[in-house]
């Protein structure tokens, strides 16, 4: 059975293919391909995009989303195994997959990051636990590692500007934030870049690595596609010349706890013109949204002629609804 | 692009056009008419009435609708041009709305009043923003300033019972209730009943008024419709030999805290049977819903014979099918 | 106009074509049998398996689901004729009932228990209500006094093992658990069971009894079937040779507040391999769902041989097909 949670799930062949198809179903799709077919949605964190562009796929398709919300319309599920079962949580994913398993064609799920450590964030319990005990095909909506719809369409966007991304160099950038946020977008953004052969540019300040394994995996994606990463302790080395320019904020690698001065220290890397104007010329800037502006981003780069994230955002779209058929049909 | 966020959107000949529609089509509908179409519903605050009979008209129609609640499933938005985004809104509408416009054919958002001042109220800033931003028709699903849905529902429930509403007498009152309420409902039944060339009586304690842009605005549809308005400062003559009578609570015009005593002192505005028996025989009573039992309307009158307010909450769904039909197609 | 609010409401003309329809359709549905219908669910309570199984019926059936959640999405429902509305509750179920019925075809309410007392939950006020005030059929989803959704699964699931329920030995054995529930499920299962003539064996501690209405309900129900029914105070013996043990935590019979050792007291009720090996060879195990693991119910048996549960949650989907077919076509 086939699982979208990761890049590596995908080898070379069907990331292409997915996104071919993307790019041509954005012009005009086949009526009513996901005819019949139900997708269930289980968010254990709020979402805008991922949910309404998720919908939006079943019911541009002919078929139908069901929303289920842990914690919220729904109860907390536990994903522990062997547990006594005395506290907060009322049911196992044990049950709870199985069971969604026989009421739709697909489980999409959005387990988020617990915060606990980048250990934890990398064993992914929850996706994982979802990848074992469903009996349809599992799609991550983001988990605690990666949001691999989200690296589908950070290249489309890319692709869509410059055609070709071998050997593109394209820049992954650390931006400061209120609060330390989890690493599945800058890791889903590099191990898909590595895998489209780009040239990838990590720049972040010192302390917020992203983990080893996922520092690994890209280098080998990357190897493998002819292209290459190199990673930047400071910022404008890794701008000149670029050709896209991807703001992310992130957390530190070790803590949890953002050091008081964090913002403060590094808000010069905030993304603004100044920093636009040191890529290339026809140069595009890329965030993932939400986005806080004038603490990520300077309003002037996104109102400005550079930004394409509202591109980016229709594309998870195109990208979710060439996943959904390849899994499908 | 044609918008509905306020009755003046639609000139009197749409309005015509959509009442005729939503009647007609009461009998007996087209089949799928809205097949395809996708309506984004926006929620910042609860709702039941507009949410079902909203998701009833897409699915009757052959369409869906996608529903966000923002601050529940999805996140705070924030409206405030060049602000830094350091607190409690992750995101900004800048980049929601037209995010969303490319998921779906309209959007629809119920924005509400912030309760800060009738002046804000006025203002609608939330509901500005989508407009401006969206790249898709916007409907209003109640924002500070106006409820156009509740309106033309309002306007065909009475036009149900009385067919000709030009120089009907029709009556607006307050009603007590436990705290201040926003004025979007009486705004827009006094907008659309004077654009319907009503003979339009409204009723409330001093310290009441509506705001001067609304009496206004209803002054002047009034005069192009043939009708009239005239304000009261008691119940009693506004209710004499009326056809139908709106009861609706609403908060004070200069200050949202209520004196403690706003109730108590005007309790005898509640609509009983007494004043009931003021109207002509055949008159009808009104209410959007949800409505205080025995606080703004007494049983008697509820669950008595002039009581059109299951109709009428009805006829929300009749003509929310007229106007998305008359948006898209 | 028919509902299915309670096993009752069947008699076993119904039960029996209910039942043998969803078996038979498990295997090959009509396509799009319940097109254009639209079911409006009313969530007093969170649910997964409710929720997640009814808007699969609609999707695979052609129509769709509405969800509305009184105190989430929606606001809290009044259900206490002639009461002044000041308090917290802003709209009454004497408008919100029949205005939902104006824009569905069936309304299916969560009701639940309120946790007050035996007799509130006997009387179940607000699924009454919802029974005299709507226009189209009303189906529970578990209300205060029954869950008969569940008790048509539950039968299901034991007659695809044993196909023959008369005189079938089944057993419904109390569960420890961390804080008492209501008996809507328990009560269920006795009345089906009942219903379709199994020897129904009852075990729980003493302090559990179930209410003296339900229980006359279900004796009445057996004798009509040609069933019995038996009540044990100790769990062994209601094991010995049985073909299903249905495991189901609720709370003491005269008061919520459970004493404070009621679960150490009673945890050897807790079903593991040693209770499963009294039952016969074949026997199979049952629970609603959710379950506490190492609660209610070990490991060793939700994960043996014996249990049938996911089955038994599937088939929720099946019987509310069916439902939905007998109440609508």
């Known amino acids: 059975m086939k699982h979208v949670t990761r890049i590596a799930d995908l080898g070379p062949e069907a990331l292409e293919r997915i996104l071919a198809r993307a790019k041509e179903w954005k012009a005009g799709p086949p009526p009513r391909h996901l005819r019949g077919k139900i997708l269930g949605m289980i968010?254990?964190?709020?979402?805008?995009?991922?949910?309404?562009?998720?919908?939006?796929?079943?019911?541009?398709?002919?078929?139908?989303?069901?929303?289920?919300?842990?914690?919220?319309?729904?109860?907390?599920?536990?994903?522990?195994?062997?547990?006594?079962m005395n506290a907060d949580c009322p049911e196992h994913l044990?049950?709870?997959?199985?069971?969604?398993?026989?009421?739709?064609?697909?489980?999409?799920?959005?387990?988020?990051?617990?915060?606990?450590?980048?250990?934890?964030?990398?064993?992914?319990?929850?996706?994982?636990?979802?990848?074992?005990?469903?009996?349809?095909?599992?799609?991550?909506?983001?988990?605690?590692?990666?949001?691999?719809?989200?690296?589908?369409?950070?290249?489309?966007?890319?692709?869509e500007s410059f055609t070709e991304p071998k050997g593109l160099p394209v820049t992954l950038t650390w931006a400061p934030h209120i609060k330390p946020l989890p690493k599945a977008v800058p890791n889903s953004f590099l191990l898909t870049a590595a895998a489209r052969g780009c040239e990838v540019r990590v720049a972040h300040p010192p302390g917020f690595e992203l983990h080893?394994?996922?520092?690994?995996?890209?280098?080998?994606?990357?190897?493998n596609a002819g292209g290459k990463i190199c990673y930047f302790r400071e910022q404008d080395s890794a701008l000149i010349g670029t050709r896209a320019i991807y703001a992310k904020a992130w957390?530190?690698?070790?803590?949890?706890?953002?050091?008081?001065?964090?913002?403060?220290?590094?808000?010069?890397?905030?993304?603004?013109?100044?920093?636009?104007?040191?890529?290339?010329?026809?140069?595009?800037?890329?965030?993932?949204?939400?986005?806080?502006?004038?603490?990520?981003?300077?309003?002037?780069?996104?109102?400005?002629?550079?930004?394409?994230v509202i591109d980016q955002a229709e594309n998870r779209f195109h990208v979710q609804r060439a996943l959904l058929d390849w899994l499908l049909n």
């Open 212 to 223: 080893h394994e996922i520092r690994a995996e890209a280098e080998a994606l990357a190897k």
């Open 43 to 84: 968010f254990f964190n709020p979402s805008l995009r991922t949910r309404a562009s998720f919908e939006a796929v079943m019911a541009r398709g002919g078929g139908r989303a069901i929303i289920i919300e842990a914690g919220a319309g729904a109860w907390k599920l536990e994903d522990r195994v062997g547990v006594v």
């Open 251 to 308: 957390g530190p690698a070790t803590a949890r706890e953002l050091p008081a001065d964090s913002v403060t220290r590094h808000n010069d890397w905030m993304i603004t013109a100044r920093q636009m104007n040191l890529a290339a010329p026809e140069a595009i800037f890329l965030h993932c949204l939400p986005v806080r502006r004038n603490v990520e981003v300077a309003d002037e780069v996104l109102d400005g002629k550079w930004s394409r």
């Open 94 to 159: 044990k049950e709870a997959v199985p069971v969604m398993s026989r009421y739709v064609d697909v489980l999409a799920v959005r387990s988020f990051s617990r915060s606990i450590s980048d250990e934890d964030d990398n064993a992914d319990a929850v996706l994982r636990a979802f990848q074992k005990y469903a009996t349809v095909p599992v799609i991550s909506m983001e988990s605690a590692r990666e949001h691999p719809c989200q690296g589908l369409a950070d290249l489309m966007t890319i692709e």
